[in-house]
């Protein structure tokens, strides 16, 4: 493993901001920490770099334990929230910054290519005043990435930007540290963004890891409740499973990695749908851009569904429910 995390705790006095935490990325590997604000995700980014002190455990590159090694020598590249660019630079003066403090020939051939890469192809001499939320953020990135760091650390780094903006910049942020193979530590408290960047996701819930996997497993096997409703689970149902089918209060779904026996679902919005029927009534609906959210009381109780934007449903409807699968988490 590139970077090896073990028993990182971080006291500040009597609190405990970061208690035993331990994990792993591999080289050209994106780990996502992910929690809620206060999580202590932040915190744990900034031991890891060294610009927080460490109250016990260890951080190490390819074994080399970097507890004496200082900031500026351990080769990680940092991109804040706000970009952090130097007003007083052109964008080229910007990304030739780390290189040039570094000694490395070949600075403007350097900027070109990382310009290129981040999607701002011509834009050396612009000014970083006259730059737009996500064009600061994609300098920041190349800025971050010309000295050749051998982990990236990005810390909430598209927080700051509007909604639209930041799906996008997702998307392309992705496609920049896959296609490049960066590997890379990324913060952030939103889920949808730790998913699409990321090879695999920690979840973070004061102060400590509560589970760590691949971005497919914590999605669809939380390791518990709590878990479960940070990732977006609003109701929890038993179940019975029998070969990879789970018959439950809604009706059967298949769930493959379930163990025969008695198990635990827990239901996005999207893992109940709008289906014929009348077997349960609409309480209230919420347009949510390309869906509806509707709120529904059954025999089980109340829970959440959704419809189809163009779907005629109303509050006082009677309508029937269907299972998606792609909404279902196996709980434990």
Request: with cysteine.
């Amino acid at each position: 493993m590139a970077l090896s995390v073990s028993g990182l705790t971080v006291r500040y006095g009597s609190f405990t901001a970061v208690s035993g935490a331990g994990l792993e990325i591999a080289d050209g590997e994106v780990l996502a920490l992910l929690g809620p604000s206060g999580s202590g995700k932040s915190t744990l980014l900034r031991a890891i770099t060294g610009l927080e002190p460490i109250a016990a455990g260890s951080v190490r590159w390819d074994g080399a334990d970097l507890a004496r090694v200082p900031v500026h020598k351990r080769g990680f590249g940092l991109v804040f929230q706000d970009g952090q660019l130097f007003p007083h630079r052109d964008v080229a003066g910007n990304i030739a910054f780390g290189p040039r403090m570094h000694g490395m020939t070949g600075r403007a051939e350097r900027v070109r290519r990382l310009l290129d890469l981040v999607g701002l192809a011509g834009y050396e001499k612009r000014r970083v005043t006259e730059l737009s939320g996500g064009e600061a953020q994609r300098v920041a990135l190349a800025r971050a990435l010309a000295p050749e760091p051998r982990l990236l650390l990005l810390d909430e780094p598209l927080s700051g930007l509007d909604a639209g903006l930041r799906e996008q910049l997702a998307v392309d942020l992705a496609e920049v540290l896959h296609g490049a193979k960066i590997t890379a530590l990324l913060v952030t408290h939103d889920q949808e963004e730790a998913f699409t960047l990321a090879d695999r996701v920690a979840v973070l819930q004061a102060g400590e890891i509560r589970q760590a996997g691949a971005v497919r497993e914590v999605w669809r096997r939380p390791v518990d409740e709590g878990v479960a409703r940070f990732l977006g689970v609003t109701t929890v149902i038993d179940g019975e499973a029998t070969d990879g089918v789970v018959r439950c209060a809604f009706g059967e779904v298949v769930v493959p990695e379930a163990a025969d026996g008695p198990v635990r679902l827990g239901l996005r919005p999207s893992g109940l749908r709008l289906a014929e029927g009348d077997t349960a009534e609409v309480l209230s609906k919420v347009h949510r851009r390309d869906h509806v959210r509707l709120a529904v009381r059954t025999t089980a109780g109340t829970v959440d569904a959704v419809a189809a934007v163009s779907a005629d449903v109303n509050p006082g409807d009677e309508i029937g429910l269907a299972l998606d699968p792609d909404g279902v988490a196996l709980l434990g």
